[in-house]
Structures are given as C-alpha cells and as structure tokens.
C-alpha cells in the first residue's frame, strides 16, 4: 500500500509509461519536386555566367546567320532549288531558334564527371545522373530560346521574310517535332560522352559526329539542295531528325500529313534506338567505373 492508501503500480486499464511512437519516415519527394529542385539549382548556377550564356548564344546565332548570308547572295539572282531570299530567311532564323530549344552539350560535362572523379558523388545520389542533366537543358534552355524568340518577333515587325503564318495547328505540329528533336540530340550526346568509361577521348568522337551533322542536319544549307544520295542518307539516319525536320515543319516546307507522319516516326524511332544505347553504355560502364575525387 502506498502512504494515501492506493496500491503499488499501474492501476487497471491505465497505461504506466507511455513509449515515444516512432517517427514516421519522411516521406519521397515527387519527381516533379526533384525536377523543381534541380530546374532551380540549375537556373541559379547559370545566373553566375551571365556573359557566358550571352557568348554562347551569340556564337549559336553566329553560323546561321553567317549561311543565310552567303545564300542570299546566291538567291541574288533567282530561286535556288525552289528556295528564293525570303524562304532562305525564314529557314535560317527557324535554323536559330530550333538549334537552341535542341541544343545539347552534355558530352562536355559527362567527359569531365567520368575522368576527374566527379561522377562519384552523383552515384549515391537517389535519382540518376542523367535527370541533373535534363534539368540543366532546360533551365538553360527557357532562357536562351525566350531571347531568339524575342529577336525574332522584333526583326520580324519590321522584316517581313522572316514572318511565319499565324497557324496554330502547324505551331502544335512543330512543337512536337521540336521536342523530339530535342530528346534526341540530348541522348545522342549524352551516349557520346558515355564513351569516357572507355576512353580519354570522347569529345573527339563527337567533334567527328558534328562535323558530319553540318552537312546532314541541315544547318549548311536546306536539305533540298544537297545531292539526292545525300539528303537519303541524311533522312534514313537521325540527322535530318534532329534538326532539319522541326526546322522545315516550323516553316511549312513539310505538309501536315503522311510526311508529318513518315517524320515523327522516323524521329520516335531514332530516339528509341538511342535511348537504348544511352542505357547499354550506362550500365557497362558504371560497372567498370572506378575513380578517386569528385
């Protein structure tokens, strides 16, 4: 019995030493929040190369404009292949603005990641190095594309080659066209530097890759005016899919029918085939990956 008469321990029904609960395990972030997170680290590292960005856009709108230069001085005198100055115009500027919505770079930082051991901490991280890499396209690319849109409109109040027909249908067209070509390129380089696994030199085989894709993309001249076995093999392979394609959907050279049709597939195709080939080399590679730093 206790002093005030009460028995010793817990009284029935009462509970005499409650435990703590457990704490409830914090719960995933969606991968919309993951995207967010790496959207917004990403646009902040770019803030810190401002005059960077600016030079490297500058050098994008460089060549293109250069082309349109010297083909509108061959057009002087007349249609080149059913293309006269404004069609050769509103190709080049379409050029400018494609290029930089499917502009891929990540060959650059993949090489590095993979020799200089920074490839380690991204290892551990939950989500795969390849979604930093997505981010970092797209913050770049919201900022860079929404200048050569701007450029445009502006040349284009006053320019009237460069104006394209208020089509929303052909707009939607292009746009679906654009973002293939976009997943493409990006798995296409992002492969290349997959390459580093195996050897110090990735970079050279994709300098090879974009030396070819001067002439198969387009971006030298339209396609219709390279030699017919040329512009096949441009069609057959991805490069016309990466770039000329949206490029000539962009600007109505394509009709909205069975060749919009024949086009995305041969786009869905190549992005397929690449994807593959991003997750062969990935998973070999990181198998046989060993560094020290990062």
Do not use: C
């Not at 090879?208 to 512009?231: D, E, K, N, T, Y």
């Amino acid at each position: 019995m206790n002093d005030d008469g009460g028995t010793r321990g817990p009284q029935p029904g009462l509970v005499a030493d409650t435990a703590a609960p457990a704490p409830r395990p914090a719960p995933r972030a969606s991968w919309l929040e993951r995207y967010a997170a790496l959207f917004r680290a990403a646009w902040l590292v770019d803030l810190q190369y401002r005059a960077a960005i600016v030079i490297w856009l500058l050098l994008g709108v460089t060549q293109p404009l250069v082309m349109l230069t010297i083909w509108w001085s061959v057009a002087g005198g007349g249609a080149v292949g059913g293309y006269g100055r404004p069609e050769f115009a509103r190709y080049f500027f379409a050029v400018m603005l494609v290029d930089q919505l499917t502009l891929a770079w990540d060959i650059w930082y993949i090489d590095r990641w993979v020799r200089e051991g920074e490839l380690n901490f991204r290892l551990v991280r939950p989500f795969n190095p390849i979604h930093e890499a997505i981010a970092d396209n797209l913050a770049y690319k919201t900022r860079s594309a929404s200048l050569v849109v701007v450029v445009w409109v502006v040349v284009a109040a006053v320019w009237p080659a460069v104006r394209l027909p208020l089509e929303p249908v052909r707009w939607a067209a292009a746009a679906m066209a654009i973002m293939l070509a976009a997943a493409l390129r990006f798995l296409v380089s992002f492969s290349h530097g997959l390459f580093a696994f195996w050897t110090t030199r990735a970079t050279g085989v994709f300098q090879l890759h974009q030396g070819v894709s001067m002439f198969l993309a387009g971006r030298i001249a339209p396609l219709a005016l390279l030699p017919p076995a040329v512009a096949t093999v441009a069609g057959v392979l991805w490069f016309r899919s990466s770039l000329a394609f949206p490029v000539e959907v962009l600007t109505g050279t394509v009709p909205l029918g069975m060749p919009f049709v024949r086009g995305i597939a041969v786009q869905l195709i190549w992005t397929l085939v690449w994807l593959a080939a991003y997750r062969a080399l990935w998973l070999r590679g990181v198998r046989r990956y060993e560094a020290v730093g990062g």
